[in-house]
């Protein structure tokens, strides 16, 4: 008799009706406080709103994984270019659509696409990484590409080679081959913080795929966004980021211009002439209590992060983004002797190609020394984020 008390159903039941009661209990007592204290009555509407969104970021996040879980795919994928847009100069968006017609799947926003560019005259495929440049659930993907010129001090140099294929040959129409989204650098959107978004010329990127998709989803958290650029010339997606600033109230448009034109105007083009940087964000923040999102050229990601780590920004609250130059890599070789130190040598047998070198603690990385050896191996970013260049360690 006892046992049939203690049904996974009734038990469930019980704590259904448990639960109503409790939950009618607290409705009487609210009922009780509204009625004594019209400021108590804000706070619960505060607190009920905030309870709606923490649920409906949650349930999104649910309903992201499992379409992740149904749409993704192993391998390469081909895509079509369906449009293509010049943002600024030197910068084209490329609108992807899946060639075999079946939707895509969601993405973090800060992710990235890795692609296989099969360019005229190379002896194979040119693995790249590119941003996605949108929010998620579209029909499309987007990724934004700036042509890399060449370096200023080294001018006789080509300009990045998938860089240049993109926005010069690749054209609406043509198929490209592409890996799932990825990347460990993206914003969680069940989190409500504060957030702080920082782009520095096709930096923007990733952090506008950020601010789309905070606003997309109706967060209403406080969301900092800043751009560093030379000029107007530079400003990628200008009028939708000045649309989003004038149409959320949360979204407060920081854009630095380092270089003016005289076409460009004050406080109408951009809000403030230089860098960003720690003096802008103790001018214009309120505190460093946030969590930061950084993407732009190496220079100013170490200033960033530098001057964050000055202000007394937790290190975990600090968060970037990072690809190797496509042109030019620079060997550490100065750097790493300065201490008078010498790398203990020894022998790395690479086992595809059959040829065995002295690593002697010269190159950065084991994709550096590969390559000054005359070694093909397969890259992407160039930062160990997209896994391109993973290889098996058999033995040492």
């Known amino acids: 008799m006892l046992e049939g008390l203690f049904q996974p159903e009734l038990v469930q039941i019980a704590g259904t009706v448990i639960l109503v009661v409790?939950?009618?209990?607290?409705?009487?007592?609210?009922?009780?406080?509204?009625?004594?204290?019209?400021?108590?009555?804000?706070?619960?509407?505060?607190?009920?709103?905030?309870?709606?969104?923490?649920?409906?970021?949650?349930?999104?996040?649910?309903?992201?994984?499992?379409?992740?879980?149904?749409?993704?795919?192993?391998?390469?994928?081909?895509?079509?270019?369906?449009?293509?847009?010049?943002?600024?100069?030197?910068?084209?968006?490329?609108?992807?659509?899946?060639?075999?017609?079946?939707?895509?799947?969601?993405?973090?926003?800060?992710?990235?696409?890795?692609?296989?560019l099969r360019i005229p005259n190379q002896s194979k495929p040119v693995i790249r990484c590119y941003s996605l440049s949108d929010s998620f659930g579209k029909d499309y993907?987007?990724?934004?590409?700036?042509?890399?010129?060449?370096?200023?001090?080294?001018?006789?140099?080509?300009?990045?080679?998938?860089?240049?294929?993109?926005?010069?040959?690749?054209?609406?129409?043509?198929?490209?081959d592409c890996k799932a989204p990825s990347g460990n650098f993206f914003l969680d959107l069940t989190r409500d913080r504060p957030v702080v978004l920082i782009g520095g010329g096709i930096g923007i990127t990733p952090v506008l795929s950020m601010l789309n998709a905070l606003c997309e989803t109706?967060?209403?958290?406080?969301?900092?966004?800043?751009?560093?650029?030379?000029?107007?010339?530079?400003?990628?997606?200008?009028?939708?980021?000045?649309?989003?600033?004038?149409?959320?109230?949360?979204?407060?448009?920081?854009?630095?211009?380092?270089?003016?034109?005289?076409?460009?105007?004050?406080?109408?083009?951009?809000?403030?002439?230089?860098r960003v940087g720690l003096d802008l964000f103790k001018q214009v923040l309120p505190s460093n209590n946030f969590d930061f999102y950084i993407c732009g050229p190496p220079p100013m990601m170490n200033a960033v992060t530098e001057g964050l780590a000055q202000w007394g920004v937790p290190e975990d609250d600090v968060h970037f983004e990072a690809f190797g130059p496509a042109s030019v890599k620079k060997k550490p070789a100065d750097e790493n002797k300065q201490d008078g130190s010498a790398a203990a040598a020894f022998a790395v047998t690479f086992a595809r190609s059959q040829k065995t070198v002295t690593w002697d603690g010269t190159e950065a990385s084991l994709l550096d020394f590969a390559e000054a050896n005359g070694i093909a191996m397969d890259s992407g970013c160039r930062a160990g984020n997209c896994g391109s260049c993973i290889t098996a360690l058999k033995s040492g």
Do not use: M
């Open 218 to 274: 109706g967060s209403r958290q406080e969301i900092w966004f800043f751009l560093g650029v030379r000029n107007s010339r530079e400003h990628v997606q200008k009028s939708h980021l000045e649309r989003l600033a004038a149409e959320f109230d949360n979204v407060k448009l920081n854009v630095c211009y380092s270089d003016p034109i005289p076409e460009d105007k004050p406080n109408v083009d951009y809000q403030h002439q230089g």
């Open 22 to 116: 409790a939950l009618g209990q607290a409705l009487f007592s609210v009922t009780g406080i509204l009625r004594r204290s019209h400021a108590q009555k804000e706070h619960l509407n505060d607190a009920r709103e905030y309870l709606r969104s923490q649920t409906r970021a949650v349930l999104r996040e649910a309903k992201r994984r499992e379409d992740l879980f149904e749409h993704s795919w192993n391998g390469i994928r081909k895509f079509e270019v369906s449009r293509k847009v010049l943002e600024a100069e030197g910068v084209h968006s490329l609108y992807l659509t899946p060639h075999d017609g079946k939707p895509l799947p969601p993405f973090h926003p800060g992710q990235f696409l890795t692609f296989s």
């Open 141 to 176: 993907f987007r990724v934004s590409v700036k042509k890399v010129p060449p370096p200023r001090d080294r001018p006789e140099l080509a300009p990045g080679l998938s860089s240049s294929y993109l926005n010069d040959e690749v054209f609406e129409g043509d198929i490209l």
